[in-house]
């Protein structure tokens, strides 16, 4: 045989066998691997009338304003695109407000939510009190607390990051980054 034949004979069975269809099947699921520092901190002590452990990594922005409003806080991770906005007020027997309007914040989410996770904070040696919500889903803010002593001081912080809210995509981010808000919280001192 010619050298054609053999050729076309090659060619003929490289056709068939290339056309043949194994069963599709499912590829598995992947996600972004970040890799994360050791969580490492430093107290964060200036004229305002509190004082708590922030993270080294972030960036502490004072807020420019006036009055109570001097003590604003921005904590920035600009790394992860994260921002955690600080709010000091000074109580005037209006606790109830501002805890409502923490709480209303809150589930104001619900609609987008997966889920709400409230949590009563408590640290009797401190004298501070307060509530932390983890909102599960596709939201803005991922996470939000409060804290006050009851009679004279309230602190509040939300989480929001600088991008399309994607839960399943943050979450890496998210779970350190609240890992930082609770050391946060449980460091947080009244002066």
Known sequence: MSRSVYFVLLSSVLLILSCRHDDPYPKPKSFLRVEFPAHEYQKLDDSCNYTFEVPSMAKVLNKPSNGDQACFKNIIYPEYKASLYCTYV????????????????AYEHTIKASGIQELNLVNKDNNVYGTSFEIKGDVACNYLFYL??????????????????????????LDYVVEDIEHMINTFEWK
């Open 148 to 173: 006050t002593d009851s009679t004279s001081n309230y602190f509040a912080g939300s989480l929001y990051f600088e991008t399309v809210p994607n839960y399943d995509s943050l979450q890496p981010v």
């Open 90 to 105: 000074t109580l005037d027997s209006n606790l109830f407000e501002y805890t409502e309007y923490s709480r209303k914040l």
